[in-house]
């Protein structure tokens, strides 16, 4: 979740570590840190806030030295303070170390070395490491074999980089990521290629419990017992251009516009990659598709879709949940795993759990060189370009498109996508000349306590997907409730000063979803139709183009992330980074 960087090189480290930090922001925005060594001495400063705002604050960019480490922290031990905020020094201030993930015996390791005399400045599970190295150089007096012992004894999922007095740059990770870059003049190890790729697209991912050390001008690396190990080079392709916001205010906005554009990229999949993709699926005895906020909503999606149009029967399973129903998996079941950053936490470790029983791994992701992507037999890749908003937007469009274009491949191109691509991309667009309908919409919602938003079928999940995105940007309790729910206990929530928004575009569920509008409607709330035709029920009205019907959730969703978006600046809040959030989260 906190983003760590290391540079030593030719350059001035401080610059690009600030900038690597600002592109890796989304993972963390609580604090910021940087430590650069000059003549000998480590020098540290950190504050509360965001990257731009603290280091113009303190200063960052005048900070001296060509080695030093950065990190975004999203708080986990210890409160949001300076204190708390990494890096963290060891008592002789000969080293300083930025972490992200757990250490989950830190508590045992603090009480030993504080009774070794060590003494502590913060609150976090971080600063352990710092004096866990020290106190092993003072025995070893070798940095790998310090790193070796240090890592032995700590359990969790962690990636650290170390940087020394002397000038040594080191690293290290289990479960967490952390990569290397190798630039022409000098050396980046980062918890994201992100933290790097504007410099260099030369990368090696290292394995857990490598062990990454810069000395001199050299990179070694070895493993887990302190052995010289070699790992191969990846050429990392990403469009750089399109982490930057443009014209736009926001990048959440951005990338709810740029969805004209990239939904139409998930469904361009290579013919043998989606071939041996959907083999695997085929051969199942049982098909679980498992992902957490966001991407379980696309796996909520595909239910329906596998089911009506593949005649596939799927499970969805949230990962947070997965590890509890593990007594149906085995080595005839087919794990299909989505995630956008292919990092969270919860969905590698049920992989890991489904691995461990024989299962099949396929996956979804928009970043190939994620962790989940390297633990699938196959995947399919989103193709969406960088993510930078917190909330999920295109990401999720593009989620269901790589679903439609699995779903298309089964039934033997019957759906024909292809064929429907234009058309698809013409209705995103037309749906996003709403965007003052939606403004408009915000007014009227900014004030109310609570937001319902109903759907049945294949807009259930979207009813879900809406209503999170309204949670998360805007801090506004909103709920997706399956239309045919409400009467089961939800109605006895609606009175006269309700608003409830119904997703409900011409398809099977028509007639169903208009008669519980107007069995709210009864109850004195007010009615927003999301449909394809008005309708005297509804008070304000959304009207989405007609279209295929199996493919209205792609549109539906639209104008709903658009609305979270005019809520969120209606409430002052900042739609990119939404308070307590961080876009990739690698804890459990
Ligand atoms: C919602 C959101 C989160 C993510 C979830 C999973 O807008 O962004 O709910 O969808 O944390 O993240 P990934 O897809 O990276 O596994």
């Known amino acids: 979740m906190c983003s760590i960087i290391g540079y030593k090189g030719a350059s001035y480290a401080a610059p690009l570590i600030i900038e690597s930090l600002r592109r890796m922001e989304y993972r963390g925005y609580d604090s910021v840190g940087i430590a650069t060594i000059d003549a000998g001495n480590i020098l540290v400063s950190k504050g509360v806030g965001k990257v731009a705002e603290v280091s113009r604050a303190l200063g960052?960019?005048?900070?001296?030295?060509?080695?030093?480490i950065g990190h975004t922290r999203w708080a986990t031990?210890?409160?949001?303070?300076?204190?708390?905020?990494?890096?963290?020094?060891?008592?002789?201030?000969?080293?300083?170390v930025v972490h992200n993930g757990i250490i989950e015996n830190y508590r045992e390791l603090k009480r030993d070395l504080i009774s070794s005399g060590h003494s502590f400045k913060s609150e976090t599970d971080s600063e352990v490491i710092a004096h866990m190295l020290e106190e092993s150089l003072s025995v070893v007096q070798d940095k790998v074999k310090a790193f070796v012992k240090v890592c032995s004894k700590l359990k969790g999922a962690y990636a650290f980089v170390a940087v020394f007095s002397d000038g040594t740059l080191c690293g290290s990770r289990y479960d967490e990521p952390l990569i290397v870059g190798l630039s022409n003049d000098g050396y980046f190890i980062s918890s994201d290629v992100?933290?790097?790729?504007?410099?260099?697209?030369?990368a090696i991912f290292l394995d857990n419990k490598d062990i990454a050390v810069v000395a001199g001008e050299n990179l070694y690396l070895y493993d887990s017992d302190g052995n010289a190990?070699?790992?191969?080079?990846?050429?990392?392709?990403?469009?750089?251009?399109?982490?930057?916001?443009?014209a736009y205010a926001h990048h959440t906005l951005k990338e709810i516009h740029e969805q004209r554009k990239t939904v139409l990229s998930g469904m361009d999949q290579n013919e043998k990659d989606l071939i041996s993709f959907c083999d695997i699926l085929l051969q199942a005895k049982s098909v679980y598709i498992t992902g957490s906020g966001t991407s379980y909503h696309s796996a909520l999606l595909a239910?329906?879709?596998?089911?009506?149009?593949?005649?596939?029967r799927t499970e969805p399973i949230l990962s947070s949940e997965f590890q509890y129903v593990l007594d149906f998996i085995?080595?005839?079941?087919?794990?299909?795993?989505?995630?956008?950053?292919?990092?969270?936490?919860?969905v590698l470790n049920s992989v890991k759990h489904a691995k461990e029983t024989g299962a099949k791994v396929l996956s979804i992701v928009n970043i190939s060189t994620s962790s989940l992507a390297r633990l699938s037999d196959s995947f399919l890749t989103v193709n969406c370009g960088?993510?930078?908003?917190?909330?999920?937007?295109?990401s999720f469009t593009g989620q269901l498109s790589v679903i439609y274009a699995v779903t298309d491949r089964l039934c033997g191109y019957s759906l024909g996508i292809v064929s429907k691509k234009q058309a698809i991309a013409s209705a995103i667009e037309d749906v996003l000349s709403l965007e003052d309908n939606t403004i408009k919409l915000a007014d009227l919602l900014k004030d109310l306590r609570d937001i319902y938003i109903l759907g049945k079928s294949l807009h259930y999940p979207i009813a879900l997907e809406g209503a999170l995105k309204i949670k998360e940007l805007t801090y506004l309790h909103a709920e997706g409730i399956a239309a045919g729910e409400l009467k089961h206990g939800p109605l006895a929530l609606i009175d006269e000063n309700s608003i409830v928004m119904v997703i409900n575009p011409r398809d099977n569920t028509f007639n169903d979803v208009l008669s519980n509008a107007h069995e709210i409607k009864s109850r004195g709330a007010k009615i927003i139709g999301i449909s394809t035709e008005p309708d005297e029920v509804y008070d304000h009205f959304i009207n989405i183009p007609n279209f295929d019907s199996i493919l209205y959730p792609l549109i539906e969703i639209v104008p709903l992330q658009l609305l979270a978006y005019h809520l969120a600046l209606k409430k002052n809040a900042d739609p990119d980074y939404p308070r307590n959030l961080a876009k990739s989260v690698t804890v459990k």
């Open 330 to 346: 085995d080595k005839d079941s087919v794990i299909l795993a989505i995630s956008q950053s292919g990092e969270t936490a919860d």
């Open 60 to 68: 960052f960019q005048k900070m001296p030295g060509q080695i030093g």
């Open 303 to 312: 239910k329906y879709i596998f089911a009506k149009l593949a005649k596939i």
């Open 229 to 246: 190990v070699r790992r191969e080079i990846t050429q990392v392709a990403w469009e750089l251009g399109a982490a930057d916001k443009g």
């Open 386 to 394: 960088p993510e930078v908003g917190v909330a999920a937007t295109k």
């Open 194 to 202: 992100l933290g790097f790729l504007q410099y260099t697209d030369k």
């Open 77 to 96: 031990h210890g409160g949001i303070t300076n204190a708390n905020a990494h890096p963290h020094e060891a008592c002789t201030s000969k080293v300083a």
